[in-house]
């Protein structure tokens, strides 16, 4: 399997084994070895959880630099809907655009205008024959690449549509070769303004073994900061938004889902919840939902590690910025049961990758899982972490699979000593057998 490229990543320097991460990670991607945090690549899924946990800062995410982009001729900044929460007392998103272009862009194309077009199309989506309810949308690249790893009856739930953000990068390019011929494709940077490291990863890796519409991915923070000190309150920026209500709504938790004018809804943001809800789907227990909204960030995309503001701050923000808005700048001119482009969809069908299979043989894999449950049984049960493992069932996977030893365990050698001391005979017995319990 090709090897994901990660954008959270830790900094050895500064990690002091704390644990705090490690038992916070969705995926049990976490070990402690040596002292430090490792992350196993397969099943890290970049949500950001180990970053906001970490009290030492020893977590990080990369992104692009912006003077990276220099070198490109023609730079296309794409704000995330979220961008424009993180500006206080911002009444017009157009001193935003205006900072974009004042900072170094030549054009700014808004990821919200593309949300709008996507949710056109997810509306025409609901309304065939054999889609699989509920349909689970596809924005949140942390959502789409659990599922892929964990919920293999939820991968036809997906919405095979292509998120906002690689629609706004096909776009942006699309208007750029229009308006100026005398560009190349490889003259232009198509850069996205990310609250959230998943967005760079899904950048770097691609999508279902296509190359992503947009080329570079720099961090929420590290744009706010260089546009603060150039956005001008006295002067009245050019009018270049093009987006409504619906495209900034797809900031927060459930405005992707409302704008669906369909009731039969459930938004959850939070990757513990997101969890949770899938759990739940996977088992059958919503069968009257229609659509599912997921986002691993608290709050939605404004919760992203990435941006600089409190979610609830950004989210009250864009209430207020949307309440002068119209509903959508980019609504469809076809009649709206003309489906949509053929270039929106998946170029493949969403795929199950589990990772971490026990064998490939299904009799060594079954004796595998027996060997791991009689193994947990035996520990304490305490998930102390101690042992450098999230809980004791990840610890047994671990000595069974990993070639870890049972002995690394604290708990379990105190009381194998305790027993030892009560009955020493018992330490020629066991030295002579196995050494598993
Ligand atoms: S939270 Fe994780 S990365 Fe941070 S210091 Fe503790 S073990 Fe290291
Ligand atoms: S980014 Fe998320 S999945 Fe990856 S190691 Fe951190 S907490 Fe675990």
């Not at 050019?238 to 938004?267: C, H, P, R």
């Not at 305490?382 to 042992?387: F, P």
Request: with cysteine; hydrophobic share 35%.
């Amino acid at each position: 399997m090709k090897q994901y490229k990660h954008s959270v990543s830790l900094d050895i320097e500064k990690c002091k084994g704390c644990t705090n991460c490690l038992k916070r990670c969705p995926t049990e991607a976490i070990r402690i070895r040596d002292g430090h945090a490792v992350i196993n690549s397969d099943v890290c899924i970049d949500c950001g959880e180990c970053i906001r946990r970490c009290p030492y800062q020893a977590k990080k995410a990369t992104f692009d630099h912006f003077e990276d982009i220099d070198a490109k001729k023609y730079r296309i900044a794409l704000p995330a809907p979220s961008f424009y929460g993180q500006f206080v007392d911002l009444d017009d998103v157009d001193y935003v655009l205006q900072g974009l272009l004042d900072i170094g862009f030549n054009d700014v194309f808004e990821v919200a205008r593309a949300a709008e077009i996507v949710t056109e199309y997810t509306r025409r989506y609901m309304r065939e024959e054999n889609v699989s309810y509920p349909v689970i949308n596809s924005a949140c690249p942390v959502v789409v690449r659990l599922i892929t790893l964990r919920f293999p009856y939820l991968c036809d739930h997906v919405i095979p549509m292509m998120p906002p953000i690689e629609l706004a990068g096909k776009m942006a390019r699309e208007e750029a070769l229009q308006k100026h011929p005398e560009l190349k494709p490889e003259d232009i940077a198509i850069v996205f303004i990310s609250p959230c490291p998943a967005k760079a990863s899904y950048v770097k890796n691609g999508f279902l073994g296509e190359k992503s519409h947009v080329d570079y991915v720099v961090s929420m923070s590290d744009i706010y900061f260089k546009l603060i000190g150039v956005m001008k309150k006295n002067v009245i920026p050019k009018a270049v938004s093009q987006s409504g209500m619906i495209g900034m709504s797809w900031a927060s938790t459930g405005g992707e889902a409302s704008a669906l004018f369909n009731d039969k809804y459930l938004a959850a943001d939070g990757i513990e919840n997101v969890i949770r809800v899938l759990d739940e789907i996977e088992t059958g227990h919503f069968p009257m939902l229609q659509f599912v909204e997921l986002n691993a960030c608290p709050g939605g995309c404004v919760g992203g590690v990435a941006t600089v503001e409190n979610p609830y701050i950004a989210r009250v923000r864009l209430q207020a910025l949307r309440r002068y808005l119209p509903v959508s700048q980019n609504r469809l001119e076809k009649d709206d049961n003309e489906g949509y482009p053929e270039e929106i969809l998946f170029p493949k069908d969403l795929e199950y990758r589990p990772v971490g299979k026990f064998d490939e043989d299904l009799s060594t894999a079954m004796q595998k899982m027996s060997e791991i449950e009689t193994l947990a049984a035996s520990l304490p049960a305490l998930d102390c972490g101690s042992c450098g493992a999230p809980t004791c069932r990840a610890f047994a996977e671990d000595v069974v699979l990993g070639g870890r030893s049972v002995d690394e365990c604290i708990v379990y050698m105190r009381e194998r000593i305790s027993e030892l001391g009560k009955n020493p005979e018992q330490e020629t017995d066991q030295s002579s057998g196995e050494d598993q319990p």
